[in-house]
Structures are given as C-alpha cells and as structure tokens.
C-alpha cells in the first residue's frame, strides 16, 4: 500500500522516518479490521519489531511545512495474517512529535479473495 501525508496544518508537522523501505509499523500503525470488526493475527514480524520500539531501527525525524507531501511504503500484510478472504478496512496512524499526537488517514477498505 502507499501512504501519503500532505500537511495541511498551521503548524510544523514531525514525523519519523525509519531507515527501512517499508515505513509499515516502524512509522505508521496499522488498524485493520474484517467486516465483522475483528482483528486479523498480528505477524512475527509485528511483534519483533514492536519490541525494538523507536530504538529499533535508525529514525529521523523529517519537518513537514503546511502543503507539503510525502509518500511511503506500507506493507500492511508483513503486519497482519491477510490470508483469510475477507473486506478489510484499514487505517493508517503516524505520530506528530511536534503537537504528541496521532495524525490518522482516512478509512479504505480492502478485499482479499481465494
């Protein structure tokens, strides 16, 4: 998946930036749910790098002025068990360390079939 970050705030927008190619749950939490609101299986690899936290891998933190853009990688299935067919609805989360709160995309839903 691609997520893209357009600041349009009138402030500075801080996000971190993780030295990997997919930014997926170093820099953007993932919430997915199934139609029946059910979380699918978090991965391994979920769960190692949750317990690295942010000193887990080399970060930055990159300053977004009003309009600007940024665009990334999300491998959301590297997160999440999406074998099951299913219609997915995901959300991506990514931190503003200037105003410490979670900046949130909007909702898309996505259909896995057999």
């Not at 769960?47 to 930055?60: E, T």
């Not at 009003?66 to 959300?91: E, F, K």
Request: proline letters at 3%; glycine letters at 6%; charged letters at 25%.
């Amino acid at each position: 998946m691609v997520a893209t970050i357009e600041s349009r705030s009138d402030h500075v927008v801080k996000v971190a930036r993780a030295s990997s190619d997919d930014q997926g749950g170093w820099v953007y939490e993932v919430d997915i749910h199934d139609e029946n609101r059910a979380t699918p299986l978090k991965s391994s690899f979920y769960a190692h790098i949750k317990g690295f936290g942010v000193s887990g891998s080399s970060f930055k933190l990159i300053k977004l002025n009003s309009g600007a853009v940024i665009t990334d990688s999300v491998n959301a299935s590297r997160l999440y068990d999406l074998s099951r067919p299913a219609n997915y609805t995901v959300q991506f989360r990514v931190w503003d360390y200037e105003m410490s709160r979670y900046m949130k995309s909007n909702e898309i839903t996505v259909k896995v079939t057999p």
